[in-house]
């Protein structure tokens, strides 16, 4: 059964062209409520945990170098059918495959810089809404 909560993060390109604000009112106006929201910067120790089931990939050390290249901003947000709805809402992993009007589409730049990330179950939303708070940071 789809439970209610995923967990996103504003990935550092999309934090340094300036875009948190309108992507956090893209996320609030889809109807999503923010649970916990952090300001922050991955070590690369912190990212290559983060993304260990991603280890065995070819993309692994980009995608860690890149997640650690510069702050982002983490949440935990709450919405019926939420894990879903949050990868319909950001779009396909590589912005030139999203959709029009999804967080991608609009303010992503390649597949490696694609604006945001979102939990991909149930499961590792709880997973990776535990790796950033802890109890007294979620409202
Ligand atoms: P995310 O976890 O960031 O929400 O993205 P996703 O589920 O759509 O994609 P996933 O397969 O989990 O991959 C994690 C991130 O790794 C980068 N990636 N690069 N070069 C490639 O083929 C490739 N594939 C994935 C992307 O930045 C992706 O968001
Ligand atoms: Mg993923």
């Known amino acids: ?3 209610n909560r995923t967990f996103t993060m504003i990935k550092p390109d999309a934090v340094a ?3 948190i ?3 956090l ?3 609030t106006s889809a109807g999503f ?4 929201l952090k ?3 991955l070590s690369e120790e912190l990212a290559g945990k983060f993304y260990e089931i ?13 997640m650690s290249s510069g702050p982002i901003v983490a949440a935990i947000l709450e919405k019926d059918n939420a894990v879903e709805d949050f990868r319909k809402l950001i779009g396909a992993t590589d912005p ?7 967080i991608r589409n609009k303010y992503a730049k390649s597949i490696d810089a694609n604006a945001v990330h979102g939990s991909d179950s149930d499961d590792n939303a709880l997973i990776e809404g535990n790796f950033f708070f802890n109890a007294s940071e979620r409202f």
């Open 54 to 66: 991603h280890k065995e990939r070819p993309f692994y050390k980009d995608l860690v170098d890149f």
């Open 17 to 19: 062209n300036g875009h």
């Open 1 to 3: 059964m789809a439970t």
């Open 25 to 27: 009112n893209d996320i």
């Open 96 to 102: 030139t495959k999203a959709e029009p009007g999804t």
């Open 33 to 36: 409520k923010i649970i916990a």
């Open 39 to 41: 300001y922050t910067r």
């Open 21 to 23: 604000g309108a992507i």
